[in-house]
């Protein structure tokens, strides 16, 4: 049976180690999967420069697995009845003997997105297709099984940029209920052939490996926008398979959507934290974090925040363009221009002992020798002349340079993983940062909603330079003062890092609550602004139901202490960037005490008071705020833990609503 756990973490607190045990398994955590065309025409020796990276990544003895998605085969002139009759027939690893590594196997959610032949099934109103592939997780699984999928990624429905929010949130909630239905039909083969599926040999499949216990791990596909919005997603799925009792049958999460934003490390940043946050703290070593699309300079600041897993395929998209990666400076140099970094011996700028184009074992001749055949015009006689005789044609070039390009990828992640075994992951990303611009970015923004330390253990480290502070552009500053920046743009709004708690406080300003609620509603400040318009603050007012009316809602912002609604578009509101951390003990008190003074002002012209929060150093601000003040009761009265998973849940929030069913009712 698959399963992943956590066997160490560094001694510093950052980075671990871990096993991902599935079939053609152990893999070796954090691990690296390239992206390998599996199917690159109607024969395995068909795909060009494909054929040749196959044979070559296979015999690395260091290869964890490859990436393969699924539905690529519709690039390479596939038709139906080669991919029913051929591919489907037998298991990847037959096909390919020389492969002895797992196949982690994505879903195909892109190109299923944008296309119109797989799109519903007959039975759910869409058209019959030759491939009997439809856009539904019993297809698109069944598929996965044919190819013999060590690891499957969910089918997903991917978020493109600009979508309008209603459609990301209807997109969001279609992938969790695919991820559900997925792991039902997981633990129940019989669901795919039901619904007139077609799926009889995959069927067949699963139930043998299942009598096994080989049947394949699980990564949910897992999308967001921002830190909210993918906590929700993680929560609500943990919420479903907990009601439909499959609460186990998952290895991890497989964060997608990513690719552009490769250079955007701060939002790449608060999406991987979102995710970490929301995960429960209990089965934290137990679920593992895979990212889609993102592997090279970044993956030492992603291990650090807990990234398990990674996939590229950068190494092959540079050998097409005929670029070679340098190795420890991440610059991807044209061909025609690599010999500025050649040696006066015809040596490359490579010492990497995997590497089959510039290693002690590489066949290439030289350098000359290997652009004298790029850049030739050679026929088809030609071409066959040279395989005939043993000699390289380009695409074994491109092939090895692709090669090249991976190990250089592959070698950072061997790196990672052996500082995290020392305990010197963080030492390291401290290099890695004072030379990259996009990793220091990314390390600033890791420490807004960290409750590890990271910013202290950054200053005890003397890195003053790379704390966060005046070059902060998004997301919420863990900061202890308040006079440390200057103003940013953002997206739609304007921040600002130079607001101190003197800018805005209810008490000084002339307010008095609606006279038509009944009901004070308190909770935590969000990351968007305004808060009214935040994931967490518009799931629950939609929750409210009937009491949404007569519910005077009063945040708490980490910095003014209360915000009435009715101020949260004040400019000093909508522009701060701070979080509230249990050790600023004097900004704990100050709002503390500001939101005991507001109950003691306004308290009594509410028939209820009720919080709702679920984060821990909030949660402790308005329970200590009620017990001074004398009343007030804060939901969930018990939750499982305190994390923003259980924000979201829905039985926390039926618990208020519940609870002022009945008070109101009774009147008491």
């Known amino acids: 049976m698959a399963d992943f756990r956590v066997t160490s973490v560094g001694d510093d607190g950052y980075g671990r180690l871990g096993e991902l045990d599935v079939p053609h398994g152990p893999v070796d955590t954090p691990a690296l999967f390239p992206v390998v065309s599996l199917i690159g025409g109607s024969t395995t020796n068909s795909g060009g420069i494909w054929s040749r990276l196959r044979e070559n990544l296979f015999a690395n003895d260091e290869l964890q697995g490859v990436m393969f998605q699924a539905m690529s085969f519709t690039d390479f002139g596939v038709s139906p009845k080669n991919l029913n009759e051929h591919w489907r027939t037998q298991p990847f690893q037959e096909w390919y003997p020389d492969l002895d590594a797992p196949v982690f196997i994505d879903s195909g959610g892109f190109k299923l997105m944008n296309s119109n032949t797989f799109s519903d099934a007959p039975t759910e109103g869409g058209d019959e297709n030759d491939w009997g592939l439809y856009t539904n997780p019993a297809s698109i699984l069944g598929l996965q099984l044919d190819f013999g999928a060590d690891i499957i990624a969910t089918l997903d429905y991917p978020i493109p940029p600009d979508l309008k929010e209603e459609e990301k949130m209807e997109r969001m909630e279609q992938s969790i209920e695919s991820a559900v239905e997925c792991l ?20 067949e499949h699963l139930e043998r490996r299942k009598a096994e216990g080989n049947e394949p791990g699980v990564y949910v596909a897992l999308h967001g926008t921002d830190f909210e919005t993918v906590s929700w997603y993680v929560g609500n799925f943990i919420e479903a398979v907990d009601e439909a009792g499959l609460n186990h049958a998952f290895e991890g999460f497989a964060l997608g959507s990513l690719v552009p934003l ?10 991987i934290q979102g995710a970490k946050a929301a995960i429960p703290e209990a089965r934290a070593d137990e679920i593992g974090l895979h990212v889609f699309g993102i592997g090279g300079k970044q993956v030492s ?4 925040l807990g990234v398990d897993s ?65 850049n030739s015009d050679m026929g088809y006689d030609e071409r066959e002349e040279r395989k005939a005789n ?26 990672v993983r052996e500082q995290i075994r020392q305990g010197t ?18 390390l600033k923004e890791a420490q807004l909603h960290d409750d590890r330390g990271l910013q202290a253990d950054l200053e005890e480290r003397g890195a003053y330079d790379l704390v966060a502070g005046m070059d902060l552009t998004s997301d919420q500053a863990k900061l202890s003062t308040f ?23 209810v008490l000084a300003r002339e307010y008095a609550p609606p006279s038509e609620t009944d009901v004070l509603l308190v909770v935590p400040c969000s990351q968007q602004k305004p808060y009214s318009e935040s994931r967490t603050h518009s799931v629950l007012s939609k929750k409210l139901g009937g009491h949404r009316e007569n519910t005077h809602k009063v945040t708490v912002s980490g910095m003014y202490g209360p915000v009435p609604k009715d101020f949260e578009e004040e400019q000093p509101v909508l522009e701060y960037e701070y979080v509230l951390a249990k050790e600023d003990d004097a900004q ?15 308290g009594d012209q509410f028939d209820e008071i009720v919080g709702y929060v679920t984060s821990k150093t909030y949660r402790e601000v308005i329970e200590t705020a009620f017990d001074t003040y004398g009343r007030g009761t804060v939901f969930p009265r018990d939750p499982e833990a305190l994390q923003l998973t259980e924000f979201f849940r829905s039985s926390n929030m039926q618990e208020l609503r519940e609870h002022l069913d009945h008070e109101l009712a009774t009147g008491s």
């Open 184 to 203: 039902r039909i997981i633990d129940d083969p019989s669901l795919l052939t039901a619904d007139n599926n077609d799926n009889e040999r995959a069927r």
């Open 262 to 271: 490769r250079s955007s490390m701060d939002v790449l940043v608060k999406l």
């Open 425 to 442: 992951l963080l030492d390291y990303v401290v290099e890695e940062a004072r030379k990259d611009d996009d990793i220091k970015k990314g």
């Open 483 to 505: 006079d440390a920046g200057v103003d940013e743009a953002t997206e739609s709004r304007t921040i600002s890092l130079k607001h101190s708690p003197h800018d805005f406080d």
């Open 310 to 374: 990674f996939d590229c395929s950068s190494h092959v998209q540079a050998a097409k363009y005929r670029k070679y990666v340098v190795p420890g400076e991440w610059e991807n140099v044209a061909l025609e221009d690599l010999p500025a970094y050649i040696d006066d011996d015809g040596n490359f700028p490579c010492d990497m002992p995997n590497c089959t184009l510039c290693g002690p074992e590489s066949d290439v001749a030289s350098y000359e020798e290997m652009m004298h055949v790029l």
């Open 301 to 304: 600041l992603l291990a650090l």
């Open 390 to 415: 043993g000699e390289f044609i380009k695409s074994d070039y491109y092939a090895h340079l692709a090669r090249h390009n991976f190990e250089v990828y592959n070698q950072e992640l061997m790196r």
């Open 588 to 602: 704990m008190e100050l709002v503390t005490d500001r939101l005991v003074e507001f109950l003691d002002r306004y």
